[in-house]
């Protein structure tokens, strides 16, 4: 801070800077027979007896800063198109890699699509298209519909690419080798549209449009049981392991809830063996299982290995020559057609970024990320993610979301009548880690023009009047009374408020409560409104009968600060909207992180000289009053 702020507001504030299968206690666990022997003796040699089998290093500890920051999103299923609960997932990830970049990181930003298991084949019979042509108008509706609102992703993943094809098999080819996966009999359910095998106590009998069937109890949707030869991953036993890693990093799994459902789990010491193939003859699109032509590769595996594929899996040169040889012979079942341009990753990194520093997944999909994902990646000697964050889910005016409702919303429909920015603002400001958003348009519109219209845009406009500013320049920095008063006080309080934004944001954007970042933004946003006509500085102006030029300069200058630091904020949640307003007052690109975000920005730095002649409107809300004023009567 300049000598000018230490004598003056500092001194009389006391302010010193900012900157500163999880089956749910499966048992009784399916019938699994052959390949199963080993016992303890295996066990032991597996976890840290013999290094050949595993590697000891698998701690989520993270991550250098050195290494780029990376975050991912789950992939999506394209057996439909995409809703406003895949687009928070990507916008939830692409807003606290945005955050990242405004601290300075280089950031692997990865989301992509899966495109294998048997409802993508029976989504794309009912359409009468070739499967891998469905999957390609799929992928690139959400493809499209990410770019359209700024998800700035460094790299889009298919599982139908070759590319990933390779990881797979090396990977699988890897499991084998060390002993993790053998040639077994499963009998057990097993739920087509979950892609899930269930034990006994996941399952129950439901009458289902007069007719008697098994359903599974998380989900409502039909099971099956099915007696198959399948290969077999040693679920069981990594049980030991988890829960070590998840009892020395609680903080892995966020919300805490959702740890503790997991770790309650793992504590019941039952966890069985996953069949990590199905039969080709049921099963045949997919990635076939390497030298066995009978079987495809399990989906969810398949689909896990997509966050590594993106990281440049298999790492090591020796592992690829027979692996990526066993994939182009054996993939032929989803040769891959599309020239998308994510074949190739679109952005080299400075370094390997695995492990991901955080992984958005929602709730229903937590006992794939949390249990098989980390066996996995302990299996063939992987370190783990540093931070598996499941968020909840999204209602409809308060109901769940279902093909059966069709209730889902389409987000292109809302971007196409409000624009981009209102509806990456609602999600991210209704949405959360532990209770469920709920869409409503008549919430949407409140919000809309409550805080984004009314406390951010009419302030911004205001504070922006040419007639406040008779010099036709920005207030250049804050010069203290001469002697002290009142205002002295009142300002005091105000670059308190100031000072306090950005720890809240950078606390909130890191654990993923963006909802909560949102709210500190607005809510300093409020607090230069009150403070602006608490003050009423157009009575200050000149020809006023009140006229106080440094008066005026003074409340213009604080004014301004925050809603330079407000913006700031809100940067990673309306990305145009801030260019915008930050075009206008002229801060750089290069100002907008975390070097410029503390109190008493200095005018000279500015781009442009003063206010514009005609006022910014950021959000224009008068198409829609009588909208309005219908929807929330």
């Not at 004598?7 to 206690?25: D, E, F, K, N, V």
């Not at 770019?147 to 990933?164: A, L, P, S």
């Not at 098999?169 to 053998?182: D, Q, R």
């Not at 987000?411 to 532990?434: C, M, N, Q, T």
Request: with cysteine; glycine share 8%.
């Amino acid at each position: 801070h300049s000598l000018i702020m230490q004598r003056g507001l500092l001194r009389l504030c006391g302010l010193g800077p900012s900157w500163q299968a999880i089956t749910q206690h499966p048992h009784p666990i399916p019938r699994i027979t052959g390949g199963g022997g080993g016992g303890k003796r295996y066990l032991m040699r597996s976890y840290g007896m013999d290094k050949r089998h595993y590697s000891t290093d698998i701690s989520s500890k993270s991550t250098s800063e050195s290494k780029p920051y990376m975050i991912t999103t789950p992939i999506f299923y394209v057996n439909g198109p995409p809703h406003i609960g895949h687009l928070y997932s990507a916008l939830l990830a692409d807003s606290m890699a945005r955050w990242q970049r405004l601290q300075g990181r280089d950031v692997a930003f990865i989301t992509g699509t899966d495109e294998h298991g048997t409802k993508v084949e029976q989504a794309a019979l009912s359409k009468g298209v070739p499967t891998l042509e469905y999957c390609d108008i799929i992928s690139k509706k959400f493809k499209d519909l990410f770019t359209r609102v700024g998800i700035d992703f460094t790299d889009y993943v298919r599982t139908t690419e070759q590319r990933h094809a390779n990881a797979v098999t090396s990977i699988w080819n890897k499991l084998v080798a060390s002993g993790h996966i053998y040639l077994g009999k499963y009998e057990g359910w097993y739920c087509v549209s979950d892609e899930a095998f269930l034990t006994s106590l996941q399952v129950k009998e439901e009458v289902v449009s007069g007719q008697k069937m098994m359903v599974s109890i998380e989900s409502g949707n039909k099971v099956d049981w099915v007696t198959e030869n399948n290969y077999m991953f040693r679920l069981g036993q990594f049980c030991t392991p988890l829960l070590k890693w998840l009892e020395e990093n609680p903080d892995v799994i966020q919300p805490k809830s959702r740890l503790n459902y997991v770790l309650s789990v793992l504590r019941s010491g039952d966890l069985g063996d996953l069949s990590v193939s199905r039969p080709s003859s049921r099963h045949p699109w997919g990635i076939p299982v390497p030298g066995d032509k009978d079987h495809t590769i399990y989906v969810w595996l398949d689909a896990l290995t997509n966050y590594i594929t993106a990281a440049g899996y298999p790492f090591n040169k020796e592992a690829s020559s027979s692996s990526i040889t066993a994939a182009t012979t054996t993939t032929t079942t989803t040769t891959t057609t599309n020239n998308d341009t994510a074949i190739t990753s679109i952005k080299s990194y400075q370094s390997n970024p695995w492990p991901a520093d955080v992984q958005i997944i929602g709730k229903d999909i937590l006992k794939f990320h949390s249990v098989y994902w980390p066996a996995f990646l302990m299996a063939v000697g992987l370190p783990l993610p540093g931070k598996i964050l499941a968020h909840a889910h999204w209602t409809v005016s308060r109901e769940k979301m279902s093909k059966s409702k069709g209730n889902f919303v389409d987000p292109s429909r809302y971007i196409d009548k409000y624009g981009v920015d209102p509806v990456r603002y609602f999600l991210l400001r209704e949405g959360a880690l532990v209770e469920d958003g709920d869409w409503s348009e008549s919430v949407f519109l409140v919000k809309f023009k409550s805080e984004l219209a009314d406390t951010y845009g009419n302030l911004v406009a205001r504070c922006m009047s040419p007639t406040l500013h008779p010099s036709k320049k920005w207030p250049g920095v804050y010069v203290p009374s001469s002697s002290s008063s009142d205002s002295d006080d009142v300002d005091g309080a105000f670059v308190a408020a100031i000072n306090s934004a950005y720890e809240q944001y950078d606390t909130h954007y890191k654990s993923g409560e963006v909802h909560k970042a949102a709210t500190v933004a607005i809510g300093l946003l409020g607090k230069a409104n009150k403070y602006f006509f608490d003050l009423a500085p157009w009575t200050l102006a000149p020809g006023k009968v009140n006229e106080n030029p440094s008066r005026l300069a003074q409340i213009l200058y604080l004014t301004l600060e925050a809603i330079r630091i407000g913006t700031l904020g809100l940067e990673p949640i309306i990305p145009k909207t801030t260019e915008a307003l930050f075009n206008t007052l002229g801060v750089p690109k290069t100002h907008h992180d975390h070097r410029h975000i503390g109190y008493d920005y200095r005018a000279e730095h500015n781009l442009t000289p003063g206010p514009p002649v005609s006022p910014l409107i950021l959000f224009d809300v008068r198409p829609f009053q009588k909208e309005m004023a219908e929807l929330i009567r």
